[in-house]
């Protein structure tokens, strides 16, 4: 059974996820920035933090390692076998330098 999903980022990566459902993102070690949802929000994430997606497309750039998992245990029902996303892409390398 899949509980979770697990990337890593190098500098100037940005991944494109189109969620079908809410999700977590957690940094897992170095550090993310993220726009989530509709509304734009945007998230500096380092190593032990996580935060909360709406279902919709999710940017994700930084230098790092992040998991995605399902807002709650008893979301794994949905889960099972099943990554919570319809689309996954590496779109490009971004020369921002946001978190440099």
């Known amino acids: 059974m899949v509980t979770y999903a697990r990337f890593l980022l190098y500098p100037g990566e940005v991944l494109r996820v189109d969620g079908g459902r809410?999700?977590?993102?957690?940094?897992?070690q170095g550090e993310l920035w993220l726009t989530a949802g509709r509304e734009?929000?945007?998230h500096v994430l380092r190593p032990g933090e996580r935060v909360r997606c709406p279902k919709g497309l999710?940017?994700?750039?930084g230098s790092g390692v992040l998991s995605?998992?399902?807002?709650?245990a008893s979301s794994f029902g949905w889960w099972r076998g099943w990554l919570p996303f319809r689309n996954l892409a590496l779109i490009g390398q971004?020369?921002?330098g946001v978190l440099s």
């Not at 809410?22 to 897992?28: Q, R």
């Not at 999710?58 to 750039?61: K, M, R, S, V």
Request: hydrophobic letters at 35%; charged letters at 20%.
């Open 22 to 28: 809410p999700v977590n993102i957690a940094c897992e």
């Open 40 to 42: 734009r929000i945007d």
């Open 58 to 61: 999710i940017l994700i750039e």
């Open 68 to 72: 995605i998992s399902p807002p709650t």
């Open 94 to 96: 971004s020369n921002s």
